[in-house]
Structures are given as structure tokens and as C-alpha cells.
């Protein structure tokens, strides 16, 4: 399959969404970073740092043995961060635990109030599950060059990608095409940084400070993706986050190799009340997301970057 293949449906064409754009927000509103350290219990250690835990050494170590990619197929499967992400999706896990709902409270609002007005102010159908990324430095290739298309997403989905490390650029980023054909392919370098603002109050001058994230938009349904070895001295934690403006998508979308079902209530849920799904957060929903073996929800769910 070459990598754009059924690159024939092109619903975005005409609404801006297939062109690549940056946005910020502000972290205080938005704690992804909290709340993923919480996930990977590893809170109040940079996320940069993670190659330098015990259990990364021992997972770079064996897979340097074997000859295993890092980020792709035994290796990536071995990654002790993203085998606990993995686990706190289980359904043992998430029922009591009150991250579930610190985490998709946060994801239902990111979506609802930050996607939703740079997605023509729609509803927006997203992704139950967003990938999360860990790739430690290490001269193997973290997965291979594609689009999403090859995965069999729906043609008119779109992908929200941002670190939530300290800052990614090179050969630890996403490196993409800003249209599709395009081939101009360069890393996403965006920061977690402070925007300083200088003002005067009656008495005296202040400075105001702001902790602001990039984010990224991009069309990976039909825009080309890759990564690079990571050959800087930072991990690289990220989440690419897909999601569908309401009027784009298909509630009958199938094919005939799916192993997922990309419908609501399967891999993708919604802001409102559309399909069945409530308008209140995931956590309070009734999941209807197929169970895999070992309880995890959506396992089967695709991995690529």
C-alpha cells in the first residue's frame, strides 16, 4: 500500500483544515503536563527526563540487545510508559480511579472550548482514546513514514499533535508535509515556554507571566508523517489527539480491513448530545467501546504515528 493510498476522498478540501497551522493556549487552563506525569506516575520529574528512570535504561538496553525498533512493533509494545498508559485504559483500572476523570473532564473541554473554535465552531467528534507518545533518544527509527489514510481513518479527520515535554524540535519531533503532496516535510518544533507581559498598575511596573503550549493542526489523514531517530538528549512525551468537525463526518464509515470501529461510541466520541452519546464528559458516559482480551478498552485500537 503506498502512502496515499485511498487518497482519492478529500471531504476538507475548501475549509482551511487540510493546511497546516500553530496555535498556543495556556497551560493553567490546560495541565496536560500534570495530568500525564500523574498517569505515568511520575510526578515532579521533567518528562524530558524519563530516558534517565531505571526502567527506560533497562528498556533501551533490551531492545538494543534484540535489535528492536524503539518505537515500533516488540520494542514500542515494551516501553514501560506506555505500557502503563496502556493499563490506566483498562477497565479495572479507570473505574475508580479519580484520574479518569481529571483526565477526560480535561480532554472533553480542550476539545469542546479550544478545537471546536478553530474547527469552524462545530461539534466535534474525537478521539475516545488520544495516542500518547513516549520516545526516548536512541538511534532506532520510531515508526514508520504513512498516513493516516493507510490506517483506514475516516477521510475527514484531523490531527492535533503537541509535546507535553518541555519542548520538541529535529529529530526528537513529528516531522510532516504541510499540505497533502505537498512533500515539504520539516519537524514540528514547538516549546512549552513563558510569554512575559510588562504592565503599570497605579504605583509601580510588573511583569505578568503566562505559561503557554504550543499545538499543532495538521491533515494526517492525507499528509505524510514520519519520525526521525531521536538523536538529541531528550525524550520526547507527546499526544496527537484526531478529531472530525460534525458536518465531516460519516456516522455509516466503514472498511472492509477494520479491525476498529471508527464510529461514536467505538473510537470516537462527541462534544454533544449526537449518536447516543451525552454532552457530558466520557467519564460519565456509558462506554460501548469494544472490549479487548484483558480488559483493556480499544486495544486494538491503531498505534502508528
Known amino acids: 500500500m503506498t502512502a496515499r493510498e485511498g487518497g482519492g476522498r478529500r471531504p476538507l478540501i475548501g475549509t482551511g483544515l ?5 496555535f498556543e ?6 495541565p496536560w503536563r500534570e495530568v500525564i506525569q500523574s498517569i505515568l506516575e511520575v510526578e515532579g520529574m521533567p518528562l524530558e527526563e524519563l530516558h534517565k528512570t531505571e526502567e527506560a535504561k533497562l528498556h533501551l538496553l533490551e531492545a538494543g540487545d534484540k535489535e528492536f525498533q524503539q518505537g515500533w512493533g516488540p520494542g514500542r509494545r515494551a516501553n514501560p510508559f506506555l505500557r502503563k ?3 490506566f485504559w483498562s477497565r479495572d ?19 469542546r472550548d479550544f478545537i471546536s473554535p478553530r474547527m469552524g465552531n462545530e461539534t ?10 513516549v520516545v526516548f533518544p536512541s538511534p532506532f527509527v520510531p515508526g514508520k513514514r504513512h498516513t493516516d489514510s493507510e490506517y483506514h481513518h475516516q477521510p475527514a479527520e484531523v490531527n492535533w499533535w503537541f509535546p ?35 504592565g503599570r498598575s497605579h504605583r509601580a511596573l510588573y511583569m505578568s507571566v503566562t505559561v503557554r503550549l504550543q499545538v499543532c493542526r495538521f491533515y494526517g489523514n492525507q ?17 496527537d489527539l484526531r478529531a472530525i468537525p460534525l458536518s465531516k463526518f ?25 449518536g447516543g452519546e451525552s454532552s457530558r464528559p466520557p467519564h460519565q458516559q456509558r462506554s460501548t467501546a469494544p472490549e479487548a482480551p484483558g480488559g483493556i478498552i480499544g486495544s486494538s485500537f491503531p498505534t502508528h504515528y
Open 164 to 198: 507535553v515535554s518541555c519542548r520538541v524540535w529535529g529529530t526528537n519531533s513529528l516531522w510532516v508535509e504541510s499540505e497533502p503532496g505537498k512533500e515539504d516535510f520539516h519537524s514540528l518544533d514547538l516549546k512549552y515556554g513563558e510569554v512575559k507581559t510588562l
Open 93 to 111: 483500572s479507570t473505574v475508580q480511579d479519580p484520574r479518569t476523570k481529571r483526565f477526560n473532564d480535561l480532554l472533553h473541554r480542550f476539545v
Open 124 to 133: 466535534i467528534i474525537y478521539q475516545r482514546e488520544p495516542t500518547l507518545r
Open 250 to 274: 460519516d456516522p455509516l464509515y466503514s472498511h472492509r480491513s477494520d479491525r476498529v470501529s471508527f464510529r461514536l461510541g467505538g473510537y470516537y466520541l462527541s462534544t454533544h448530545g449526537i
Open 85 to 87: 498508559w496502556k493499563t
Open 25 to 30: 493556549y495556556d497551560v493553567r487552563e490546560y
Open 223 to 239: 499528509c505524510v508523517h514520519y519520525c526521525e531517530p531521536n538523536s538529541t538528549e531528550y525524550t520526547r512525551v507527546s499526544i
Open 18 to 22: 487540510e493546511e497546516e497551522a500553530t
